[in-house]
């Protein structure tokens, strides 16, 4: 029979509203036990108070390393252990590449890459020692194919990519998992609070950068996914046996990645010849190691 200490522990960023605040509330309700955390804990109020046995909200800055490591430290003290580590916490950032100054383009890398690197490295040594859990790395449809206007904010998602691809295969004989979410349009408050732009304007990015910026201010309220769904099918795919490394979620990424897909076998046939000539002639082959 199942305990309370059985009830997979939950540790999330970023969890004040949005994709966070939906997948929170339905750990929630399924029976899990959560460490919420934002950068203003006080937001996370009704979280707590829905069960303050089974949900602790804590004050996280992603950006801030040592306080990373604390939080890390002190949410696997809180249930003694940590099952699910979802890295949600991000905000995007649009304008032309020549739009943006640096400090943007940092702050950017700085959250959205380098802060869920530091929750993921804060978290490894526990998980690995439990020889059990699950990364949830929240990326995006950006990455899927960029647009123009996103290229800062798809490249911090691509980097995040590529280190979950290695994760994966680096802690998968430890018995750990890693999942990366490609979420795309969700009726969430992303467009309005969480996207960021760029202080330049060069009126020659108008019809490109500038043209998928307005389209951004005029789908708030419309997107079709829904967020609590995606909640649900993120804690499905954690509970599989064998869950997918990408998890795309709604009709419209899946639509996108399939395109994609198509488009990059195209242009692999089309190149195929120019690329094998590359190699040097003779019968020897490295073998992959995936």
Known sequence: MKTANDTPVWFITGCSTGLGRALAGRVLARGHRLIATARQPETLAALVAEDSSRCQALALDVADAPQVAAVVAQAAAAFGRLDVVVNNAGYGLVG?????????????????????????RAALPILRAQRRGHFVNVSAAAVIANY???????????ALEGVSESLAAEVRPLGLKVTIVQPGPFRTDFVVRSLERATGHIPDYDPSSGKFRRFLETMNGRQPGDPTRAADAIMD?????????????????????????????????LGSGAGLAADFPTDGEIKATR
């Not at 123009?148 to 691509?158: E, R």
């Not at 954690?238 to 899946?254: C, D, M, S, T, W």
């Open 96 to 120: 032309a590449v020549e739009e943006y100054d640096d400090a943007q383009i940092e702050r950017n890398f700085e959250t959205n890459f380098f802060g869920a690197l530091r929750v993921i």
């Open 237 to 269: 795919a954690v509970a599989a046996e064998n869950p997918p490394l990408r998890l795309v979620l709604g009709k419209y990424a899946i639509d996108k990645a399939r395109r994609k897909l198509a488009a990059a076998a195209r242009e692999l046939d």
């Open 148 to 158: 123009p206007g996103f290229s800062i904010y798809g490249a911090t998602k691509w």
